[in-house]
């Protein structure tokens, strides 16, 4: 069965660094686009980035552009989220999503992990 995984979500620092990882089954190695949305509780799901099927291309939400950089290893099937200079705003549950030609909607992608938690302290 298809499947997107994320990993390496945690506790970290205000100001520290954590990189996220989305692993695709091997059914859902096609080199389409890969975005990263999160989501608090009651708030509705953000954009935070995407990046285009050869990773040429990517685009960044406002709020988190020069702090996190997306790219992306299609012979692993992997898509990374660096995240630096991280603020207590970016608490939240981070989701990886697989579509076809990308973009900064939810409605853009078809496909969805389960996510990841990050908390960032005070």
């Known amino acids: 069965q298809a499947q997107l995984a994320e990993s390496g979500g945690g506790l970290v620092q205000a100001g520290g660094s954590l990189r996220l990882t989305c692993a695709a089954s091997?059914?859902?190695?096609?080199?389409?686009?890969m975005g990263w949305f999160r989501q608090a509780p009651g708030e509705e799901r953000e954009f935070v980035a995407w990046?285009?099927?050869?990773?040429?291309?990517?685009t960044y939400a406002d709020s988190v552009l020069g702090r996190f950089a997306i790219s992306r290893d299609n012979g692993k099937g992997t898509v990374d989220l660096d995240m630096s200079h991280l603020k207590s705003e970016d608490t939240a549950t981070y989701y990886c999503a697989h579509g076809d030609i990308g973009g900064s909607r939810p409605l853009d992608y078809a496909y969805w992990g389960q996510g990841t938690q990050v908390t960032v302290s005070s």
């Open positions: 091997a059914e859902m190695r096609i080199p389409y686009a």
């Open positions: 990046i285009n099927f050869d990773g040429s291309r990517t």
